[in-house]
C-alpha cells in the first residue's frame, strides 16, 4: 500500500503540471509567456518580503543572544512552576520563539526531545504546540507585506489568543497523556 501511494505521489506533480500545459494549450495560450510574467511577479513579492525576513531573523538573534529571552522564560517559568510542579523552562522558550520563527522553535524542540525524550511531558507538549500554533509574527509581517495591508485591526489580538489557546490546549492534553 505504502509503494502504492509513493508512486501516485510522485506521478502528481507531473501529471499537475502536464494538465496545465495541456490546457493552456487547448485554450491557444501563450503558456511560455505566463509562466515567465508569473515568476516575475513572484520574484517582485520576494524582493518585497526579503527586508521582513531579515528583520524578524535579526529581531529572533538578538533576543536569544541578548539573554532577554532567557530572562523572559526564567519569570514566566518562576509563575507556572507554581501551577504545573517541574515545568520546563525550555517549554516557555519554545512557546515564545514559535511566535516569530517555526525553524527556530524546530530548533529547540530538537533540544526539548534530546533532553526529555519524545513521550515525556515536555516532548509531547512540544509535538503538540507546535502542531497547533502558528508563527504569528512571521506570518502577519510577511502576508500583511505581500497584501500590502496597512492596519492590522484585531488580527494581532485574535491571533494571539488563538495562539495562547493553542498552547494551554497543548499543555493540558500533554498532562493528561503522560
Partial sequence: MVRI????????IPALI??????GISQKKDIYQSFTKGAKEGMKTVMGIVPTL??????VGV???SGFLDFFCGMVGKLLGGLIADFPKELIS???VKLFSASAATGLALDIYKQYG???FAGLATS??????ETVFYTMSVYFMAAKVSKARWTLAGALLSTFAGIVASV????YMS
Fill in 5 to 12: 501511494m509513493a508512486r501516485i505521489s510522485n506521478m502528481l
Fill in 18 to 23: 502536464f494538465y496545465i500545459v495541456a490546457m
Fill in 54 to 59: 531579515i528583520g524578524l531573523m535579526i529581531a
Fill in 63 to 65: 533576543l536569544r543572544a
Fill in 94 to 96: 519554545l512557546f515564545t
Fill in 118 to 120: 519524545t513521550d515525556s
Fill in 128 to 133: 503538540l504546540a507546535l502542531a497547533s500554533t
Fill in 172 to 175: 493540558v492534553i500533554a498532562l
